[in-house]
Every structure is written in structure tokens, then in C-alpha cells.
């Protein structure tokens, strides 16, 4: 069984200030992580993946993330806030293909950024 | 241009009524998906449907069905049986697993949000 947590419902920064958006999953063998946003009544956007290559993993709009096996963590960084960054995101973890789990994600319950001026 | 539509963009469904929501993805995607979003619980998984004429349950099916005819279009009717309809509704599609750079990857639709009368 996966799961996904996201400590934090709701985050709030001051534009230029650094972005963390944290997420821890379970999973029972080697996983995929994914985070993806969400604007208001929009559908989800994928910002970036990891999928056992590289560790830190560079995405759109300037996040990145970092898988970190020993502590079962996948933060969500971006070192300068800008005020477009506001939205929803959602951590999200899948097994790798095979038996019947074909791409089953499963998700956190996502983290609101707000972006101060 | 490629994508996943879904349509319509918000749709009312009136007491004892069975409502259907579109999607259409021309990916070439083999895999669709339909998830239920509610506020702070992250999204929930319906149905999922790996080939055509094929679809498997979710983790909340209850009250819903599917058809996959066509490799192109996976419709969602949720029935009256479905007695807290409320909520924003997500399509979802993912290519072959052996698909490189993007087999794990599932891409979203814009949404469909649906309000009962």
C-alpha cells in the first residue's frame, strides 16, 4: 500500500522569500513521486517527477525537489517566491508499473501557498 | 493541438437525475482515469480504464459508471444513487508504461464542476 502526507494545509511566504513545501510517502517498493499544481478551478499541472534517476529533481517555474530514501521525503523547494506561485500543490506517489497497479497515483491532500507582497 | 477535454465546464444536476461528464483526450493515451476532488481531502480515484472495453473500480466507485468504447473518450455518468454528487471532477490520462520520457506520467484535463439544484 502507498500513501502521501503533506505537513501543512496551508503555507504562506513573502514574495523573494523561499518556498518549502513538504511531503513524506509510503510505499512498498521503489516509487515514482510527482508534484503537481493546481489554480483555482483549473486541473492539475505537473511540475516535476522523480522516477529513480537523479535525486534532486529540477522542474517548471523554478522548483525543484529532492528525494531522500532514509527519510521517505520528497520536499518541494523554490529558493525566491513570486506572487504567480500562488495555488494549490499536490504531492503524489505511484508504484512503477507492473501487476495490476498500472499508474495508480496516489495523493496528499495538497497545500495552499499564499504569496505575501 | 494535443490535450485532455472535459466538458462541461460546470454542470447541475437536479435530485434523482443521472448526469454524464465527457472526456476526450486525442494523446494516444492508453490509460484514463477519473478522479473526484473535494476540499482538503486531495483527489480521490473513481474508475480507471487501461484499454478499451476494459475498466477497473477506484477507491470510491459507488454510485458511479463508466464506458470506455473508444480509445479516445472515457464518460463518466454519475447516478442518482450518488447522494453527495457535489464536488470537481477530474479525467486523467497516461501513456503505455514502456513509453519514454513519459510512460509513468498522468496528465489532467481542466475539470468539470458539478453542483447539485
Known amino acids: 500500500a502507498q500513501s502521501v502526507t503533506q505537513l501543512g494545509s496551508h503555507v504562506s511566504v513573502s514574495e523573494g522569500a523561499l518556498v518549502l513545501l513538504r511531503c513524506n510517502y509510503s510505499?512498498?517498493?521503489?516509487?515514482?513521486l510527482f508534484w503537481y499544481v493546481q489554480y483555482p478551478n483549473q486541473g492539475l499541472q505537473l511540475l516535476l517527477k522523480y522516477t529513480s534517476a537523479a535525486t534532486l529533481v529540477k522542474g517548471i517555474n523554478g522548483f525543484e525537489a529532492e528525494f531522500k530514501k532514509s527519510e521517505t521525503s520528497f520536499h518541494l523547494t523554490k529558493p525566491s517566491a513570486h506572487m504567480s506561485d500562488a495555488a494549490e500543490y499536490f504531492c503524489?506517489?505511484?508504484?512503477?508499473?507492473?501487476?495490476?497497479?498500472?499508474?495508480?497515483?496516489?495523493f496528499g491532500q495538497g497545500t495552499i501557498l499564499t504569496v505575501h507582497p | 493541438d494535443g490535450g485532455i477535454t472535459q466538458s462541461p465546464k460546470y454542470l447541475f444536476r437536479k435530485e434523482g437525475q443521472n448526469v454524464t461528464l465527457s472526456c476526450e483526450q486525442n494523446l494516444n493515451h492508453d490509460a484514463m482515469y477519473w478522479y473526484r476532488q473535494d476540499p482538503g481531502q486531495g483527489l480521490r480515484l473513481i474508475y480507471y480504464s487501461q484499454i478499451v472495453n476494459d475498466f477497473q473500480k477506484g477507491d470510491i466507485a459507488e454510485g458511479y459508471s463508466v464506458s470506455r468504447e473508444k480509445k479516445e473518450s472515457f464518460p463518466l455518468t454519475v447516478t442518482s444513487a450518488q447522494k453527495n454528487p457535489t464536488a470537481f471532477y477530474l479525467c486523467a490520462s497516461r501513456p503505455a508504461p514502456e513509453t519514454r520520457p513519459s510512460g509513468e506520467t498522468q496528465y489532467f484535463g481542466p475539470g468539470t464542476r458539478l453542483l447539485v439544484l
Open positions: 503524489a506517489v505511484s508504484e512503477k508499473s507492473g501487476g495490476t497497479s498500472y499508474g495508480k497515483l496516489t
Open positions: 510505499s512498498s517498493v521503489p516509487p515514482y
